[in-house]
C-alpha cells in the first residue's frame, strides 16, 4: 500500500499544527475526539517505545512541544494521529504512545490507591476508568503492564515500576481461577494465574 506523505511533513507544516494545536488547546486538553478534520496524510514522525518522541529522525529536546503533540494525539483502531480543527496526519507509534515512569501509593482506610505520572507529566490514578493490563513479552516469557491514560491511550509502565507492582501484588480468585494482581480503587486487575509448585 502507498504511503501518503502530508504536506506536514515539511517544517512549515509542522509549525501550522503547532500553531493550529496551540490555539485549540486553551485549558484542559483539546476535544480531538469531536475534530473531525481532512486527513492530509502521514508526517515523518514516531514514538520510540521508550517514550521518546522524533521527528525526522531527530529527537524532539522541546518538553513543552512534546506535551503539545500528545495532547492532540489520537489513536483510530492500530493507528495514530495528531489532530487539529483543521488537518489529521498519522504518525508512527512503535509500542505505547506514553511511559509511565513515577508511583504514587496513597491509602484511604482499607482502600489503596495507585497513581501514575507520565512521561509528559499527566497524572493518571488507576481504577475503572484507567485500568492496568498486563500482555505476555514476546521472546522473555515476562510481562509488558500498561495503564490506560486516555481516548484508547495507552502508558507503558517502566520495568523499574513493574517490579514495585510486583511487590504490591496480591493474590484473588478470579472466575473460579486463582490469579495473582494488584487491587486499588475497588478494583483488581490480574497478572498472571498462580502457579502451585507440586511437593512430591
Given at each position: 500500500?502507498?504511503?501518503?506523505?502530508?504536506?506536514?511533513?515539511?517544517?512549515?507544516?509542522?509549525?501550522?499544527?503547532?500553531?493550529?494545536?496551540?490555539?485549540?488547546?486553551?485549558?484542559?486538553?483539546?476535544?480531538?475526539?469531536?475534530?473531525?478534520?481532512?486527513?492530509?496524510?502521514?508526517?515523518?514522525?514516531?514514538?520510540?517505545?521508550?517514550?521518546?518522541?522524533?521527528?525526522?529522525?531527530?529527537?524532539?529536546?522541546?518538553p513543552a512541544l512534546v506535551k503539545l503533540f500528545a495532547s492532540i494525539l489520537k489513536r483510530e483502531g492500530d493507528h495514530y494521529f495528531l489532530v487539529t480543527p483543521v488537518e489529521k496526519c498519522g504518525i508512527a507509534v512503535d509500542d505505547a504512545p506514553f511511559m509511565a515512569v513515577e508511583?504514587?501509593?496513597?491509602?484511604?482506610?482499607?482502600?489503596?490507591?495507585?497513581?501514575?505520572?507520565?512521561?509528559?507529566?499527566?497524572?493518571?490514578?488507576?481504577?475503572?476508568?484507567?485500568?492496568?493490563?498486563?500482555?505476555?513479552?514476546?521472546?522473555?516469557?515476562?510481562?509488558?503492564?500498561?495503564?490506560?491514560?486516555?481516548?484508547?491511550?495507552?502508558?507503558?509502565?517502566t520495568r523499574a515500576l513493574f517490579y514495585d507492582l510486583v511487590d504490591l501484588g496480591e493474590e484473588r480468585p478470579v472466575a473460579g481461577v486463582a490469579m495473582f494482581g494488584i487491587a486499588c480503587a475497588g478494583e483488581f486487575f490480574p497478572m498472571t494465574p498462580v502457579v502451585r509448585e507440586i511437593v512430591r
Open positions: 500500500m502507498t504511503r501518503t506523505m502530508a504536506k506536514a511533513g515539511q517544517t512549515g507544516g509542522l509549525e501550522g499544527i503547532v500553531g493550529a494545536a496551540k490555539t485549540a488547546s486553551g485549558k484542559g486538553l483539546p476535544p480531538v475526539d469531536r475534530w473531525n478534520p481532512p486527513y492530509c496524510g502521514e508526517i515523518d514522525m514516531r514514538i520510540a517505545a521508550d517514550g521518546t518522541w522524533f521527528y525526522q529522525k531527530t529527537p524532539i529536546g522541546r508511583l504514587k501509593i496513597e491509602r484511604a482506610g482499607a482502600t489503596r490507591r495507585l497513581s501514575f505520572r507520565t512521561n509528559v507529566d499527566d497524572w493518571v490514578e488507576c481504577g475503572h476508568a484507567h485500568p492496568l493490563r498486563f500482555e505476555p513479552e514476546v521472546g522473555t516469557g515476562g510481562l509488558k503492564p500498561y495503564l490506560l491514560v486516555r481516548r484508547n491511550l495507552w502508558a507503558k509502565v
